[in-house]
Structures are given as C-alpha cells and as structure tokens.
C-alpha cells in the first residue's frame, strides 16, 4: 500500500480507533524476541551450559511466547475483513494483506521448529542451545520486518478509515475467541511492557490493574527473572 492512499482523514465526527493493544503487543513482542535470542547466542557462546532448572524454565518461556505470538497473528483473520472494507482501493490492499499471510506462513513454521528445539534444549542444554539461538534470530529478523510494514501500512488505516465502533466490535470478537494456553501469562506479559496510562486502556477498571491480576503479574515477574536474569 502506498503512504498516499494509506490514511486519509477520517469522517468528521468519526472517533479514532483505540489502538493501544496492538502497539503495546508489538513492543512486547519485538523485545522479548530480542532479548530470547541474545539470551540464547550468550548461552551457545558460554563454555558452561545453562543449569538443568534454568534450561527446562527458558523452553518453557519460549513455549508461552511462541503461543502468544500465534494468537496474535490469528487476529488477523478478523481484523482484515474490517480493515479492507474501510479502504476504497481493495485490490491495493489485498495484495499488501497477501504479503502479510505469507508472513504468516513462514512464522508459523519458524515457530514449530523453535517448539521442537526447544523441548530439546530443556533436556539437552549443551547441545542444542546454537540451534535454538539461530532459530529465535531468524524469528526476530522476519517478525521485526513484518511488524514494521504492519506499523507503517495496516495501522495508519486503522487509524485513518476504520470507525471505532467497527475496530472495538472487532477487538471484542478477537478477545471472544482467544484460544492461547494460558491466557493468565498472556495478559501478565502484554502488561508487564505497558506504561502504567496504557494500563488503563487494556484493563476495563480504569485506574490501574485490579487486585484480582497482581498475583499472575508477580508470577510473571518472577518467571521473567529466572530466565534472564539466570
């Protein structure tokens, strides 16, 4: 899509789309990519590899945030049909959409190898740490490339042509059919790289996380600890 037919001025009176979850999920999922896999290229560097515990934790993460990932992408499947009916050249943006899919596709594999390597990884740290480092950078090149374009030629027409009533009735069927494995780590995760403002755009009570969350937040926090920080 081009910048010129990208985002043309809303309707006037039209509200804009509230898009603080997708950025925040992009922040969210281009940083812990990065520091995934410069955790992994320092471990196949090191002459000792990672503790057993450590080891079986870091699979584990890997695991959670290939699955949120996933989910992430699934969204797609609802938020396109909204999107391409705001934009008056369809056929224009179906072929950007296409070059997304493909995107997609090549994720999805990367992700399924970096599943299985990392199963083996908990069970066999030493050898199987250079492979799981290759994967994750190679998911972290072909995600940041992917979340850019999405950046500069789907979320300007979000802004500029989607109603916000048709993108919050849209967010609310992608909540209504999230099928990631654990939704408690998914939600402590996306809040955990959000401003405290933020915050209160992704949590209905307003006024900051509900008390009913902090639990899975420091669970998350400390979770993030021990596979980091080792």
Request: proline content about 6%; overall charge negative.
């Amino acid at each position: 899509m081009d910048r010129e037919h990208v985002a043309p001025a809303r309707p006037y009176g039209q509200a804009a789309a509230d898009l603080t979850r997708v950025r925040v999920a992009h922040r969210a999922i281009l940083a812990d990519i990065e520091r995934l896999a410069g955790l992994l290229a320092a471990l196949a560097a090191a002459a000792e590899p990672a503790e057993p515990a450590r080891a079986e934790a870091i699979a584990g993460y890997v695991h959670r945030y290939n699955d949120v990932v996933r989910g992430h992408h699934r969204e797609d499947e609802i938020l396109w049909p909204v999107v391409l009916d705001a934009v008056p050249d369809a056929a224009e943006a179906m072929a950007g959409i296409v070059r997304f899919i493909a995107d997609h596709e090549a994720l999805d594999a990367l992700r399924a190898d970096c599943d299985a390597v990392a199963a083996r990884f908990a069970a066999e740290p030493d050898r199987h740490a250079g492979r799981l480092a290759g994967l994750l950078a190679a998911q972290r090149d072909l995600l940041a490339a992917h979340l850019e374009a999405e950046e500069e030629h789907v979320l300007p027409v979000i802004a500029g042509q989607v109603p916000a009533a048709a993108y919050a009735a849209a967010q609310a069927r992608i909540r209504g059919a999230d099928r990631s494995a654990d939704p408690a780590w998914s939600r402590a995760w996306l809040l955990s790289h959000a401003t405290e403002e933020e915050a209160r755009r992704l949590l209905p009570a307003g006024a900051g996380p509900p008390a009913v969350l902090e639990p899975q937040l420091r669970a998350y926090a400390a979770e993030a600890s021990a596979v980091f920080a080792g």
